[in-house]
Every structure is written in structure tokens, then in C-alpha cells.
């Protein structure tokens, strides 16, 4: 289905991240690569790119042998990140072509972007990666200073805004892009992202996730598209193929950082996704029902475990990491990590795939993990030769040894540390013995240095579960057959503070096996015991759960109201006593969230908001509205309440805001009139890119004599821009309008993250 999306925050402004203050994952930049205050002190924000220790560290490490080379690496992670951006895979096969192609055009010799030279340096080509498929995938080294310099490249600047405006491309740092590509996501997998905040690599994930019927249904949305002159917009086809059988859940330990989950999520508006708020090291094992009435527990069929670390790899956007590294940050996270880890792998289908990933060069947070978690698991953990696999892609292979520094000393060995130190370093730290890194293939691992493609430092580690763990959750064998060996229950009284992608964490462990719990508690307890202070920070979210008797007839009126044909009614969802938002889920997700089994599980949002029910506006047939989120979805199902409008009648409806019937042509003049007052669909007529808006489709309400868009102000204001009602915001010559489009959107977005968020989980009654 191509699908064009809105609200998208336009990532290229400056203020965007200051203003939504995300401040941490791979894509938390401060600001853009080759911004003016990249290259100010500003950006750096006069902290000088350079650490003794930092630098002594992986020197005395030798993770690059060549002193040459060591130093070029070390210069380059003092140098900001060119920009780079995904082409989104969901707004399907002919729209991303189209994207590539202007692209192509754009900076292509012939359009003159040829030798283009700003303040006498030569300017480089935007280029796709050669590592990632189909060039959907680009970067651009060009200073945003220079965009005002050069028609070609303002023009250039022109399509990055725009597009990303339009939900076409995203803005996603290079080696971001590589753990998703390593899950190799197929439509029906279930996927779990343990530590997905705020979101680059579960958006990634996510348009996998629909990629696939994508692709096969291009024919069939073409096929649509003839039959009924693709202005109807309803379809012969049953549309809901297009959703992933399915899911992805995403979950972050921080609530705030949830709703950064949700609000990039939810720019996707997918069926397919649930929110969540655990530690990923007790993620509940979740259930699903057999048609005789019996469970099962859900094993995922891809993991990706991109766990907090300490981001030393992040020091091309993440200034700070100069001056606050230290030989115990990593030191710090190692057993979290290891914990999060192998809660992973219990969660893993046999025959799954997880991919653990981190920011961070440190072979204690890395390699160390990996050995640990294959020799704890007897076999049943594998490491993945994944080689031949994007062969482009530059990496170095996995160390099979490493030392073990603390700021009081380097220490070979476990032994050789002094007695009193003994208690403080685990064992795990150090390597595993030359021959057992040779049998668990630590070489398989892979390391993405900055110099080798222009990037940050990234560690991923590609892994197989071949059997069940030894203590396997969710499967009654062995000794402790009498109950259900749901967990190890691991208690972590922990302090994590969590800045940028860095995060720092005092804690301690102890884990309790099922033998040491009282059977009568395990076994009415399926999910692991929250932790004081998880209690402590009671959850407010309301429960989604399926209608009941009642709203179903409910939703039968609306049903009717809007001509719903073949839609799966029984995929809905709502939330809150009142069921004032209704929500569709796919199938994956209707199976979790309806399940009472997995009632523990601390949902912050999920599915798709379809309609909104607003009372108070007087007596009508309908009160439900449908969602802009979701209405690109819905379209197809449509048999009524559905308009055909000219890109010239949708720029009119911009200008006059709440325009009268009668200022519409005679038709739709008809057609309005025609229509019981309440929520309608406008659909923009015109082939892929006639015009700017062919094919865009807005929710949009019938008053008595007039009509406007129920679309948010500043959403509205953005597309003025991008039509031409106001000024052209993007255009270089205008900086005013540039400023204010700008200025709008960083209050939308801070606004979203800051109370909308929270405020929309609030009122889901
Ligand atoms: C490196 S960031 C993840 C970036 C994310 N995967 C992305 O691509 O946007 C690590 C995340 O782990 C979260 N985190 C820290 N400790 C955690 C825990 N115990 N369980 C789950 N999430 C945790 C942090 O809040 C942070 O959002």
C-alpha cells in the first residue's frame, strides 16, 4: 500500500532535538552534521575531542594494530557525522523508487552538481550505501551552512525537507541501520526490541515488518487503482492483507522514554506494535491461547537486544563522551548487560534470532557479554557466521582477547588481581581461554570502527538459539516439573541513570532460582515479582482490552455510518472505562493484549488508533471519528463518507480553513450537502506526484454548512508551507518563514513528547 505519511517532525531543523530532548540513542543528535555549530565550540560545547585515558585504553587494547591507522580512526571520532537518512520502505515500491530517482537527478552531474565548491572546499556528493540494499539508504557530508550557498544544493536541501516532511525518508544514523538488517524480519515473525528507546531501530524494524506485503501487493494496489480509476479509493482486493500477521513489541525500561517509542511509532501508524514498560532482563514470558482453551508461551522469533551501554562509539555526535570516559563505565553495565542478555535468549524461539548490539567499542561490554551467554547456555547459544551477509558492509572481526583495566591497574588476569579486589570484578570480564574463543567463534562478532565507512563505533553480534536454555522458561521438564519454570527471578536493586545513549548503573544482583521460591507463589505468579521500585512507581496506564457486548453494537453503527466492507471488526481494541479511543490491532497483537495471562504486562500503547469518540457536539449518527493516524488505513474500507477532492480544492480548504459548501464546486457542493454531519474522508485525486498532494487522504468533518480538516494546526500549517498557501518555508530565500515553520514544529514536537503523551495515555477512557 502506498502510503504517504504526515506529522512528521522535520529532523533537519536545528532546534529538533533540542527541543524534543531525546538525548539518547543512535539518531539523538544535537544537531546535524556539518551544521555551523558542529564545527563551532558550540557544538562541542568547548570540550575538546581528545582523552589520555580514552585513547591509552584501546591503544593498550590493540583493537587496531596499525598505529596509522589507530590515529586516523581517533581523529575522525573528533570530526562530526555527515548526515544520513533511510528511505521509508512502507510508502511502497513505486514512491521509493520515485524518492531514489529524484534523488539521483538531484545531485547528479547533468543537474549541475558538479565540482560545487563552498568557501574553496570541493563539496561531496550525497551517495547511497553500497552496504545497504536497494540505496535506500543515503549520506550527505554537505554543511547545512552551505545549502544557503548554492541553488543546487538549496535545492537539494528543498527535497530532504520536504520528503521528510512527507514521511518518505527518516533520518537515521549509519550504524543504527545495521542490527535491524542482521534480524532479517519477516512479515509474520514476532519481534521483540528489549531496549528500544527511542526508537530509530524499532521504526526500522517495524517497516520490515509491513515491507514484505508491501512488495507482493504492489501488483494488487495497482490492479485496485484501475478498477476503479484510483479516485474511489475503495478496492476489489480484501485490503486487509496489508497488515503483517505479525508483531513487534517495544520496550524500554523508562517511562519517558516510552513515550519517545510512541510518538516515533506512532508517525508509522502500524496494527502491528506494543509498547512496553519492563526491565528487559524480567521481560514476562508471554501467552497465547489454543483453540481448546489451553496456552502457550510466545517465543520470539527475532530478538534484538541493543542494551544501554556506555556509547564510546558515540563520540562523533555525543561531545560529552570525551570527558566523562572512564575504564569503569563499561566495567559498570557488564553484568546488566549479560542479565538482559540472557533474559533474551530464554525469551528466543528455538531456531530465533537475536541480535545484540551496542555503541560502545569495549570488549568488556561486548565480546565478554557474548562469551558469557554462549557458555552459560550449554550449547543451545550460538554465534551466527554472517560473513557473507552484506559483504559491503566494512567491519572487523570479534577479539578473542582482551585485558581487563581498572583505573588502579591493568590486571591479565582474574587471578592476578589483588585479593581485595577480587569481590568487586567478576570473572566474566575477562576472555574466555584462547581455545574456547576459537570454539564459540568470537570471531563471528562484528566491530564497526569510524574510519573503515565514515561512521560511529558499533559492536553487533549475530546469535542462534539451537535448543532450549538449560533453565528454560515456560517449558515443563526436568526436575522441576511439577511447576511451570517460568523464571529466574532476577532482583537488581539498581541505579541507572540514563544520559544521551550513555548510561551508567550501580548495581547488584542476586539471582534466585525457582528452587528458592515457595511453589504455591510460582505457581500463581507467572510473571516475575516487580521490584520495590517498580511498586513504588505505580503504573497508570489504562488496559487496552477487546469491546465489550455493548460497544460492539456500538461499533456496528459506525460500522454502517462509514460503509465498512470486509473490515476486521473483531481486531479492534479499546481503552478506558468509556471506550472513547478504539484501537486495531493485528492479528500477533490482538492475541497478546486479549490474553488475561498476560495481564503483567505494562503497556504504555499499542495497535493503531482508529476513531475517537467525541460527545458533546449535539445529537448525530455517529461520534466516532476517524483518527488521522490511521485514516490512510482505513481509506480502503470505505463503501461511503468518502470525497474526492482536486489538489486545488484541498489548497483552498488550507486557505479558508473552515470553508462553506457552496464555496466547493457543484459536485462536491452535492455531495457534502448529501451527507449526514459528522466525520468524512477527503481523498486528493491525481497519479503518483501529478501533484505534490496526489493520493494524500485527510479525516475531515462535516459541520451544517461547512467543513474543516481534523488535522492538527500544526500539521496544517506545515502542508500551507509545503503547497505554496504561505510562503514556500523551505525555500532559501526565505528564512522568516523558514524560522516560523521551524518554530512550529519544535512545539510540536517537545509539546507531543511532553504532554501529549503522557496526556493521551491519561485520558484513554
Ligand atoms: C542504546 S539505547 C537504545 C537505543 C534504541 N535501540 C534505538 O535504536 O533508538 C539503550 C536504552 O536502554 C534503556 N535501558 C536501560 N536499562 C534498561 C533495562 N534494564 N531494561 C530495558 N531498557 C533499559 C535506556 O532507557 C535506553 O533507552
Redesign the pocket.
Known amino acids: 500500500m502506498a502510503k504517504k505519511r504526515v506529522k512528521k517532525p522535520n529532523t533537519w531543523d536545528p532546534n529538533y532535538n533540542k527541543s524534543n530532548n531525546s538525548g539518547?540513542?543512535?539518531?539523538a543528535y544535537i544537531t546535524t552534521a556539518g551544521d555551523k555549530k558542529i564545527d563551532s565550540k558550540n557544538f562541542w560545547n568547548n570540550i575538546e575531542p581528545k582523552s589520555e585515558i580514552f585513547e591509552q585504553y584501546y591503544k593498550a587494547m590493540g583493537i587496531i594494530d596499525n598505529e596509522e591507522e589507530f590515529k586516523k580512526m581517533f581523529e575522525l571520532m573528533g570530526k562530526p557525522l555527515p548526515t544520513t537518512f533511510r528511505i521509508n520502505t512502507t510508502i511502497g515500491k513505486s514512491l521509493q523508487s520515485l524518492v531514489i530517482d529524484q534523488l539521483k537527478e538531484l545531485v547528479s552531474e547533468s543537474s549541475g552538481y558538479k565540482d560545487i565548491e563552498i568557501d574553496g572546499e570541493l563539496v561531496e556528493l550525497p551517495s547511497p550505501f553500497s552496504w545497504y540494499p536497494n540505496e535506500m539508504a543515503w549520506k550527505s557530508s554537505i554543511p547545512k551552512k552551505s545549502f544557503k550557498k548554492n541553488p543546487e544544493l538549496s535545492k537539494f536541501h528543498h527535497f530532504l525537507v520536504h520528503h521528510n516532511q512527507q514521511g518518505n525518508i527518516t533520518r537515521q544514523e549509519a550504524v543504527?541501520m545495521i542490527p535491524p538488517l542482521f534480524l532479517d524480519v519477516q512479515s509474520h515473525y514476532n519481534i521483540l526490541?528489549?531496549?528500544?528507546?527511542?526508537?530509530?531501530?524499532?521504526t526500522q524494524i517495524l517497516e520490515d515488518l509491513h515491507m514484505k506485503h508491501n512488495l507482493e501487493n504492489e501488483e494488487i494496489i495497482k490492479r485496485s487503482l484501475k478498477v476503479d480509476g484510483g479516485d474511489s479509493g475503495s478496492s476489489n482486493e480484501k485490503p486487509s492483507i496489508y497488515i503483517p500477521k505479525g508483531c513487534i513489541i517495544a520496550?524500554?525500561?523508562?517511562t519517558n522514554?516510552c513515550y519517545m517509542l510512541v510518538t516515533q511509532t506512532t508517525r508509522l501508524g502500524s496494527p502491528a506494535i506494543i509498547v512496553t514498560n519492563?526491565?528487559?532482563?524480567n521481560f514476562p514470558l508471554l501467552y497465547s491461547k489454543n483453540s481448546d482453551g489451553s496456552e502457550s508461551p510466545i517465543y520470539m522469533d527475532r530478538i534484538?537486544c541493543?542494551?544501554?551501554?556506555s556509547?564510546d562509539g558515540t563520540t562523533r555526535k555525543n561531545p560529552e563522551v570525551w570527558k566523562k570516559w572512564t575504564h569503569a563505565g563499561s566495567i559498570g553495565l557488564h553484568q546488566?548487560q549479560i542479565k538482559?542478555a540472557t533474559r533474551g535468549c530464554q525469551l528466543l524461539k528455538v531456531g530465533g534470532r537475536m541480535v545484540y548490539s551496542?555503541?560502545s567499542m569495549n570488549p568488556v561490554e561486548n565480546e565478554a557479554v557474548i562469551a558469557q551467554i554462549i557458555q552459560k547456555s550449554g550449547g543451545s547459544i550460538k554465534l551466527v557466521d554472517v560473513s557473507s551477509q552484506y559483504p559491503s558492509l566494512i567491519r572487523r572481526p570479534g577479539l578473542h582477547s582482551w585485558t581487563v583495566i581498572d583505573k588502579a591497574g591493568n590486571f591479565p588476569t582474574f587471578e592476578s588481581q589483588p585479593e581485595d579486589k577480587k569481590y568487586k570484578l567478576s570473572k566474566t570480564l575477562w576472555p574466555p581461554t584462547p581455545q574456547e574463543a576459537i570454539d564459540m567463534h568470537l570471531e563471528y562478532c562484528m566491530r564497526v570502527y569510524p574510519h573503515l565507512q565514515d561512521t560511529g563505533g558499533f559492536f553487533i553480534a549475530v546469535l542462534e538459539k539451537v535448543s532450549d536454555c538449560p533453565n528454560q522458561i515456560g517449558k515443563k521438564t526436568g526436575p522441576l516439573n511439577q511447576i511451570d519454570n517460568d523464571q529466574t527471578i532476577i532482583t537488581?536493586t539498581?541505579t541507572?541513570t540514563?544520559t544521551d545513549?550513555t548510561?551508567t548503573?550501580d548495581e547488584k544482583t542476586t539471582e534466585t532460582t525457582i528452587e528458592n521460591q515457595p511453589k504455591k507463589q510460582i505457581k500463581n505468579d507467572r510473571q516475575p515479582k516487580l521490584k520495590e521500585r517498580d511498586k513504588r512507581q505505580k503504573f497508570f496506564e489504562e488496559p487496552f482490552t477487546v469491546p465489550s457486548e455493548e460497544l460492539k453494537k456500538e461499533l456496528d453503527v459506525v460500522s454502517k455510518f462509514y460503509g465498512l466492507i470486509e473490515f476486521p471488526m473483531g481486531n479492534l481494541l479499546t481503552r478506558g472505562k468509556n471506550s472513547q479511543k478504539i484501537y486495531w490491532a493485528s492479528d500477533s497483537v490482538l492475541s497478546i493484549i486479549s490474553n488475561e495471562s498476560n495481564n503483567s504486562l505494562k503497556v504504555i500503547n499499542c495497535a493503531l488508533k482508529l476513531f475517537q469518540r467525541h460527545d458533546g457536539l449535539g445529537a448525530m449518527e455517529c461520534a466516532y471519528r476517524i483518527s488521522q493516524d490511521s485514516v490512510l488505513w482505513i481509506e480502503p474500507f470505505l463503501s461511503k463518507r468518502i470525497i474526492t477532492m482536486t489538489h486545488d480544492d484541498l489548497v483552498m480548504i488550507f486557505k479558508k480553513n473552515e470553508p462553506f459548501f457552496t464555496d466547493f464546486n457543484e459536485s462536491i457542493c452535492d455531495q457534502l450537502k448529501a451527507m449526514e454531519p459528522g466525520c468524512f474522508v477527503i481523498k486528493i485525486s491525481g497519479a503518483l506526484r501529478e501533484t505534490l498532494s496526489s493520493g494524500m487522504v485527510f479525516s475531515a468533518w462535516r459541520g451544517k454548512v461547512s467543513m474543516h480538516l481534523l488535522v492538527s494546526k500544526q500539521e496544517i500549517e506545515s502542508y500551507k508551507g509545503i503547497f505554496h498557501v504561505i510562503d514556500d518555508p523551505v525555500s532559501p530565500t526565505n528564512n522568516t518563514a523558514i524560522e516560523s515553520v521551524k518554530k512550529d514544529e519544535s512545539k510540536e514536537i517537545s509539546s507531543e513528547i511532553v504532554q501529549d503523551q503522557p496526556k493521551e495515555q491519561k485520558d484513554q477512557n
Open positions: 539518547s540513542g543512535n539518531d543504527s526490541d528489549m531496549c528500544a528507546a527511542p526508537g530509530s531501530k524499532t520496550n524500554d525500561v523508562d522514554r519492563h526491565e528487559a532482563q534484538l541493543d542494551v544501554p551501554c556509547g546488566l538482559i551496542t555503541c537488581t539498581a541507572t540514563t545513549n548510561t548503573t
